[in-house]
């Protein structure tokens, strides 16, 4: 545990939030997840029962361990329920305006002393942090998906973020057994999605233009690098529209057209194929 964060408030249920959420208990923190949907909060504590099932089969961890995590998480529809929170980490939906309007509201309702982290990787905390009083209150703490396997964090100190808090920020990722990585400039995508990025764009031109299958891309991806699982795969795992909107995102802040998002993924963002959660993304999922 960490000496200046004893309780987390985690807001957004969805795969980020509800992991973050159940990393933070396994550690032994109280948390509080938040979300405005109720069904979502839900599917949220329902993924992470079959996911600690699994780990209880595997005899990864035992029953008391799990029965004790699930303890320490409380849920609730109001941001109003995180106001006993020293650490905030956000994973609404990637969209600033939200992004803001939580910080906002948050600021008036979380004590003063309580820190506040985006989850987003593309959105700087720089962006949301004038919306609070506390802007030297305010990093990115970047979780990777699936967040209860992936070892790595990346910490963010923006130019309002205090070394203080960018410490703290720091200590608590290591206090919740993740390895941290502080990045002392902030910059949108910091360091893993700016180099995933690259591979996933040239994996989408290969494909577009008819090189390879997305299989034989990712074959080539697993077998040739040694990647646990190839680009396809992978946008399938963390969500095709994420990669839309981070897109989206980078081409409305450069004006740039290389930045746009590919055709192929417009395609399949409007036709709701979205990967692992919609059962079709690039693969089929039954
Ligand atoms: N949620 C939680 N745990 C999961 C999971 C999920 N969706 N999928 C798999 N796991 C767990 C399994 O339970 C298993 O746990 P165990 O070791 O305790 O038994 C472990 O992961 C390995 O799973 P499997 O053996 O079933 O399958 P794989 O060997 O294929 O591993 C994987 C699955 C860990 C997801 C692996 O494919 C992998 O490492 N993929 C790369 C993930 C990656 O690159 N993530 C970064 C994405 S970019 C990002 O997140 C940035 C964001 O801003 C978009």
């Known amino acids: 545990m960490n000496n200046q964060i004893k ?16 990393v933070c208990a396994l550690a032994g923190y109280p948390v509080v997840l938040q979300d405005i949907s109720q ?3 839900d599917r949220g504590i329902q993924s992470l029962q079959a996911q600690m099932q699994k780990r209880i089969d595997k005899g990864r961890l035992d029953e008391r361990q799990v029965d004790e995590a699930f303890a320490k998480i409380s849920t609730t529809l109001s941001l109003h329920g995180l106001s006993d929170a020293d650490l905030i980490i956000e994973a609404a939906t990637e969209k600033l305006d939200i992004k803001r309007e939580v910080f906002k509201q948050l600021d008036s309702i979380v004590k003063v002393e309580a820190i506040f982290a985006t989850n987003s990787s593309t959105i700087v905390s720089s962006k949301v942090a004038d919306a609070t009083f506390r802007p030297d209150k305010v990093c990115n703490i970047h979780f990777f998906n699936p967040a209860l396997v992936m070892e790595l964090v990346e910490v963010v100190k923006g130019p309002h973020t205090s070394e203080k808090t960018a410490q703290i920020a720091h200590d608590f990722v290591k206090s919740i057994k993740k390895t941290p990585v502080l990045l002392n400039k902030e910059i949108s995508g910091f360091i893993a999605n700016r180099i995933l990025g690259k591979l996933m764009d040239e994996a989408v031109f290969l494909l577009e233009n008819g090189y390879a299958s997305h299989e034989e891309i990712d074959l080539v991806c697993t077998k040739a690098l040694n990647h646990p699982i190839g680009p396809f795969a992978l946008m399938d795992l963390t969500g095709i529209d994420v990669n839309y909107f981070v897109r989206m995102q980078r081409f409305e802040e450069s004006g740039n057209e290389k930045d746009k998002p590919a055709e192929l993924i417009r395609e399949k963002v409007n036709k ?3 990967g692992r959660k919609t059962g079709k993304g690039f693969y089929t999922y039954s």
């Not at 408030?9 to 973050?20: F, L």
């Open 272 to 274: 709701g194929e979205l």
């Open 39 to 41: 069904a979502s909060l």
């Open 7 to 22: 309780r987390v408030g985690v807001v957004g249920a969805g795969a980020m939030g509800s992991q973050i959420a159940m």
